[in-house]
Nanobody, 123 residues
Framework: HVQLVESGGGLVQPGGSLRISCAVSGTTYSNYCMGWFRQAPGKEREGVAV???????KYSDSVNGRFTISKDNAKNTLYLQMNSLKPEDTAIYYC??????????????????WGQGTQVTVS
């Protein structure tokens, strides 16, 4: 079965950059939609970015132009490069996957495999 393990979170100053990773095992994920989602204290989980097997990407308005989602098939790893970070980006970031071909859903509830999360703090 598919397993996801995030890493790379930490504390960064406003305006700084950070890259978080998600190691994928149990599948080659070519038929999966993969995404990054986040949840801040007291707030609902929200979508950040998703990428399909064809590498088509979608971003939330709040991160578009600052964050980049990518994947390395050889390493079976999903990445989220975060630039120009703001305090409001502070959250636990989760990697998630769901079977899908074509347009990938942006809503978190469409994804059924989740990692444990990694904390990103911008302060």
């Amino acid at each position: 079965h598919v397993q996801l393990v995030e890493s790379g979170g930490g504390l960064v100053q406003p305006g700084g950059s950070l890259r978080i990773s998600c190691a994928v095992s149990g599948t080659t994920y070519s038929n999966y939609c993969m995404g990054w989602f986040r949840q801040a204290p007291g707030k609902e989980r929200e979508g950040v970015a998703v990428i399909g097997g064809d590498r088509r990407t979608k971003y939330s308005d709040s991160v578009n132009g600052r964050f980049t989602i990518s994947k390395d098939n050889a390493k079976n790893t999903l990445y989220l490069q975060m630039n120009s970070l703001k305090p409001e980006d502070t959250a636990i970031y989760y990697c998630a996957a769901t079977l899908g071909i074509g347009v990938c859903p942006s809503a978190w509830y469409a994804y059924n495999v989740w990692g444990q999360g990694t904390q990103v703090t911008v302060s």
